[in-house]
């Protein structure tokens, strides 16, 4: 980042610099550095943030995938015991039909 000397307005380079190359002053206390220094903490904290919620969200669809999932299963299953249940009943009755007519 490049920000200007308090002292005597030469340009510093903070990426490189850790003093003004012309006076020597140090910069530490520097206003704009710090409004910089908290701006880009703010950043990090709110690329942080975002993906945290992505992972939140992901976690959401997640649940909800394996909830559907659950619910698709027990219907299935439901309809192989009503299946069952039934041929069961259609055998019974054409065993009984035919010990009758027999």
Do not use: W
Request: overall charge negative.
């Amino acid at each position: 980042m490049k920000i200007y000397c308090d002292y005597c307005g030469t340009q510093i380079d903070t990426d490189k610099d850790i003093t003004c190359p012309h006076c020597g002053a140090a910069y530490a206390d520097d206003d704009e550095l710090k409004t910089e220094q908290k701006r880009q903490e703010r950043q990090l904290l709110l690329s942080d943030l975002d993906e945290k919620m992505r992972k939140v969200q992901e976690q959401e669809i997640m649940k909800e995938f394996e909830k559907h999932r659950k619910e698709k299963n027990l219907e299935l299953i439901g309809k192989v015991i009503v299946g069952a249940v039934s041929l069961g009943l259609v055998i019974y009755v054409m065993i009984r039909v035919g010990s009758i007519i027999g």
